[in-house]
């Protein structure tokens, strides 16, 4: 299993690919676009995590226990010029774990310009491509449907927003 710290931002940034799917998230080179049937990219800069550790107590790199709770922070980029166009801002809960592998159940908010995107989904700790669901939006982003795909298989993890209404 990936270090812990590693699963939460992981998790983080699952939750906000959910929003960027949802289509809350403009890159900076789309601001204010429309949020219906598009594909927008997000690289995904620096981080910040907080663990909220319950007992049993195993620490960042320990294993995940039920109850467990992450909170993060994260810039969001844009691909092309790598202009800071948001931030994200997921909260996962540890809900499930076995020998091998911890589910969390995540919700996140994306800043952006244009609005707010708001997604949820479980996210297994030890994924490196999690899909969420948007559940909301604000502004230009007003009743997106979508998902958003949060990758983290290659050197520069970037989450994925796919609006289909």
């Known amino acids: 299993m990936t270090n812990l710290r590693t699963a939460a931002t992981a998790a983080a940034t699952l ?3 959910t929003a960027v799917a949802a289509g809350v998230i403009p890159t900076a080179s789309q601001p204010g676009h429309s949020a219906r ?3 927008i990219s997000y690289l995904q800069g ?3 995590l907080h663990l909220d550790d319950e ?4 620490g960042e790199e320990g294993k995940p226990n039920p109850g467990d709770a992450y909170f993060a922070t994260s810039v969001l980029k ?3 010029s790598l202009a800071r ?11 499930h774990t076995t020998k091998t592998r ?6 996140a908010v994306l800043v952006v310009p244009g609005g707010t995107v708001t997604a949820s989904g479980p996210y297994s700790l030890t994924a490196s491509v999690v899909p969420l669901v948007i559940t909301g939006g604000t502004g230009d982003f007003a009743g997106a449907v979508g998902t958003v795909t949060y990758d983290d298989s290659a050197k520069d993890s970037f989450f994925r927003v796919d609006i289909v209404g």
């Open 15 to 17: 939750t906000c690919l």
């Open 37 to 39: 049937a598009t594909t």
């Open 46 to 48: 620096k981080s910040g």
């Open 55 to 58: 007992p049993p107590r195993q």
């Open 78 to 80: 844009d691909p092309v």
């Open 85 to 95: 166009v948001g931030r994200s801002h997921p909260f996962c809960a540890v809900t």
């Open 102 to 107: 911890a589910i969390a159940l995540c919700d």
